[in-house]
């Protein structure tokens, strides 16, 4: 793992909790992107060299939803950036973490995405993200 890429923050309405962190941060976001296969939009605001994520839910069978509903707004993900995305599901396989999807995703900002379930890290959702290279398919 290379560093904390991002930190995903669940929440309820985009545009009021965008209001609330550009207060906080004393900028403003530089990306918005819907991630259709996960029913999210997503919004970036650099912090360093780290980013925060706020996702808002698109539907309401989308995780971001079901985790408002259960658990309210909050910190969803911790988001690491790897290098070789597919050398560390299996190393983490092989130290007994559940990996929810072994197949990388095309996640948001870019990225290709492998979730760890929160069981296998105490509570913690863990999402593993590589830069998608051009000559990637
Ligand atoms: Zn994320």
Known sequence: ???????????????????????LLGYEHYKTEVVESEAVTTRFFKCGENKLE????????????????????GIHHVAFAVDDIRAEVERL???????????????????????????????????LCQDINNNDK
Do not use: C, Q
Not at 1 to 23: F, R
């Open 54 to 73: 706020l996702l808002e839910a698109k539907s309401e069978d989308s995780a971001i939803a079901k985790y408002i509903e259960k658990r309210g707004e």
């Open 93 to 127: 396989k092989g130290e007994g973490f559940r990996i929810l999807n072994e197949e990388p995703k095309r996640g948001a900002d870019n990225k290709w995405v492998v979730f760890v379930h929160p069981k296998s890290a105490n509570g913690v959702l863990v999402e």
């Open 1 to 23: 793992m290379n560093k904390i890429e991002h930190l995903g923050i669940a929440v309820k309405d985009i545009s009021e909790a965008t209001k609330v962190y550009t207060k």
